[in-house]
């Protein structure tokens, strides 16, 4: 036994690995039903459709990722089996050993519903439009270095508060009330300016907070668009991402990737420091 | 031989609190030490910080043995529910893996009494069961240098034997420190203690030499430690 499989048990031996997995086939799953019934309506259903739809419906299970790998952080919740790693392993081993367990948990699930709603997708639905192995492999990297930042982001707010709950509220309100608050602030200052007629795709260029939002790192993951660019999308120079158009362009949230490399390794060094120096 | 720990004025402050007030210990190598004190006494936070869970004000920690070979057994240990006794101390036994084999795993499990659980889940075991399986997780690597606290606390008057006698046993092997309120456990299979109170020493020796006259009995010897003056009356 180590901390590996110790990490493997537990997931595996209660609701939490079973409820993830269940919410990454339920998404992929989720995709190809409407999928069908829109292929039944209207006729123009292709399987990059379908692939989209899975990216939107799989931000439950990113969710409840989130959830399950920060209480799984917040051991020193309980003290006494916080003292029973902490007298026989390294901070660097338990905190090495969560976060890549976690990472590599989310990105295996992640893509194997991908995969799955892929080869569905393409045996059910129109797939004359075949999507792009290089902005496929390029949104790839951009997806692991988004899933570095938000483990390291998750490994910093655990290591904020000793309790779970604590915890894991903090950083549901940080993935889901920046974006919201940005949102908004956006409107408002659109609307403060006479802007808001002004089309979405346009607001990045026009909106400070907009440009400043560019920079928050875990809007990188908005590059999942790169996933599902196909032929006709390279040659239309547009790409879709949450029913939104944006331009085609190897740079989109490069502020974001910026901001996730220099920012993840501090934000988990600083946790590490503070698990570290933590009294129990 | 060197002591097996030398604490010298052992100072801890939470705020305006000193829960350790310049305590003053040596353990000698090989010698089982008794730890008493009322309750706030300082007991878990003086384990707690040889044990590097927390951190010192001011004083002097002096290890004769290297620190790596010192195990602590909190008073309420606690364990990951979805795992079984054995992967429990399997767990345990993973950072000393290369000098342990895992045929020690079901040895100790059955020294600590718990061979009929080695299977099954410990979500579901009593606070008695788990100072045994404390107990094992401790021992499991072989300090050289064990931490106990309140390591009876919950266990029947049967278990409370075993465990004694099961520390009896680490006598000239390890170097045991060992907490408790019961004091007849102390007399019982300590070679010296130490009394403490408001994270004071109050007497550190031999378990005999607390003694004022010999008739007194060491319970009282204690009492009278912590309540000077109880049998002036």
């Known amino acids: 036994m180590n901390l590996w499989k110790m990490e493997l048990f537990y997931l595996l031996r209660s609701w939490r690995g079973w409820a993830l997995l269940a919410a990454f086939f339920l998404a992929s799953l989720l995709s190809i039903i409407v999928g069908i019934f829109i292929e039944r309506a209207t006729s123009g259903f292709s399987y990059t459709d379908a692939l989209e739809l899975y990216t939107t419906c799989s ?46 948990l989310f990105e295996i699930l992640f893509f194997g519903g991908f995969v799955a709603t892929l080869i569905v997708g393409q045996l059910l639905f129109d797939s ?34 000793r309790g779970a709950v604590a915890s894991v509220l903090l950083t549901l309100a940080v993935f889901i009330g920046i974006p919201l608050i ?99 | 031989m060197p002591p097996a720990l030398i604490l010298v004025g052992l100072t801890k402050v939470f705020g305006k609190f000193r829960a ?26 003086m384990l707690s910080i040889v044990a590097g869970l927390k951190r010192k004000t001011s004083g002097e920690i002096t290890f ?21 006794t054995r992967e429990v101390v399997d767990l345990a036994r993973y950072p000393f893996r290369k000098n342990v084999d895992e045929q020690a795993v079901a040895r100790i499990i059955g020294e600590v009494g718990l061979a009929e659980s080695i299977d099954r889940r410990v979500g579901g075991f009593s606070r008695g069961m788990k100072q045994r399986l404390g107990l094992a997780t401790t021992l499991i ?57 408001h994270g004071s020493t109050l007497y550190g020796g031999s378990v005999k030499g607390i003694r004022k006259f010999e008739d007194q009995s060491f319970e009282d010897a204690v009492l009278e430690l912590l309540q000077p003056g109880r049998n002036i009356e």
């Open chain 1, 59 to 104: 931000i439950v299970g990113t969710l409840l990722f989130i959830g399950i790998t920060v209480s799984a952080l917040s051991f020193d919740g309980n003290r006494d089996s916080s003292i029973f790693l902490r007298t026989r392993f390294s901070m660097k081993q338990i905190l090495l050993t969560k976060f890549l367990v976690y990472f590599s």
């Open chain 2, 64 to 84: 004769g043995i290297p620190e790596h070979q010192m195990m602590l057994m909190p008073d309420t240990p606690d364990f990951f529910s979805f795992l079984t």
């Open chain 1, 128 to 161: 004359s439009d075949t999507i792009s192995f290089n902005w496929f492999l390029w949104g790839l990297l951009l997806q692991l270095i988004a899933g570095l930042f938000y483990c390291a982001l998750m490994l910093f707010i655990s290591s904020v508060f």
């Open chain 1, 182 to 280: 940005g949102l908004t602030l956006v409107t408002v200052e659109l609307l403060m300016r006479g802007l808001i007629e002004t089309p979405p795709m346009e607001w990045e260029r026009i909106s400070y907070v907009a440009k400043a939002l560019s920079w928050w790192p875990a809007s990188l993951s908005d590059t999942q668009a790169f996933f599902s660019v196909t032929q006709s999308d390279i040659g239309s120079g547009m790409v879709n991402l949450l029913g939104q158009s944006f331009e085609l362009d190897a740079h989109f949230r490069r502020n974001a990737l910026i901001s996730c490399i220099v920012s993840s390794p501090i934000l988990a060094l600083i946790a590490w420091r503070r698990y570290s120096r933590r009294e129990i």
């Open chain 2, 141 to 197: 690597g072989g300090p050289q240098l064990v931490l106990l606290d309140e390591p009876c606390s919950a266990l029947d008057p049967v278990g409370r034997r075993e465990m004694l006698d099961t520390i009896s046993l680490l006598r000239g092997k390890a170097t045991v420190l060992f907490s408790t309120h019961i004091l007849s456990d102390v007399e019982d299979i300590c070679d010296s203690v130490t009394v403490v109170d």
């Open chain 2, 20 to 45: 350790l007030d310049a305590l003053d210990l040596t353990l000698e190598l090989g010698s089982i030490h008794g730890f008493v004190g009322p309750n706030g006494a300082g007991k878990t936070t």
